[in-house]
Nanobody, 118 residues
Framework: QVQLVESGGGWVQAGGSLRLSCATSGRTSSTYVMGWFRQAPGKEREFVARTRWSGFGIYYADSVKGRFTITRDNAKNTVYLQMNSLKPEDTAVYYC???????????WGQGTQVTVSS
C-alpha cells in the first residue's frame, strides 16, 4: 500500500508563491509516475504536472507552464510543486497522485487547499 500526504497549501496574494510537498510511504516503485492535480469549486479535477522518480518525463499543463516547477527528492521520498506568480484562478484543492503510468494513477493524497486572492 502507498500513502501520500500533501502539505504546504495556504492563502497567498496574487503574484505570490507557495511550495507544496507530497511525502510518500509504502511500496512505491522507482518507475512510478508522480503527478499533481487540482480541483476548483464546481470544476472537474485537472492535471497540473508530473514527473518520474528518475527525473525524466516532466510535463506541465499549459496553464501553469513557466510558473510551476515539479521536483523530487528521492532520499526523502518526497515530490514538490513550486508555484510562483500565483493567480486567483490557481485557487483549488491540490492533490498528489502516484501510478504506474501517465494515465493510471492508483494512489491519491487527501489534498491541500491553495487560495490565491486578487
Amino acid at each position: 500500500q502507498v500513502q501520500l500526504v500533501e502539505s504546504g497549501g495556504g492563502w497567498v496574494q496574487a503574484g505570490g508563491s507557495l511550495r507544496l510537498s507530497c511525502a510518500t510511504s509504502g511500496r512505491t516503485s522507482s518507475t512510478y509516475v508522480m503527478g499533481w492535480f487540482r480541483q476548483a469549486p464546481g470544476k472537474e479535477r485537472e492535471f497540473v504536472a508530473r514527473t518520474r522518480w528518475s527525473g525524466f518525463g516532466i510535463y506541465y499543463a499549459d496553464s501553469v507552464k513557466g510558473r510551476f516547477t515539479i521536483t523530487r527528492d528521492n532520499a526523502k521520498n518526497t515530490v514538490y510543486l513550486q508555484m510562483n506568480s500565483l493567480k486567483p484562478e490557481d485557487t483549488a484543492v491540490y492533490y498528489c497522485a502516484a501510478g504506474a503510468s501517465e494515465t493510471q494513477y492508483n494512489y491519491w493524497g487527501q489534498g491541500t487547499q491553495v487560495t490565491v486572492s486578487s
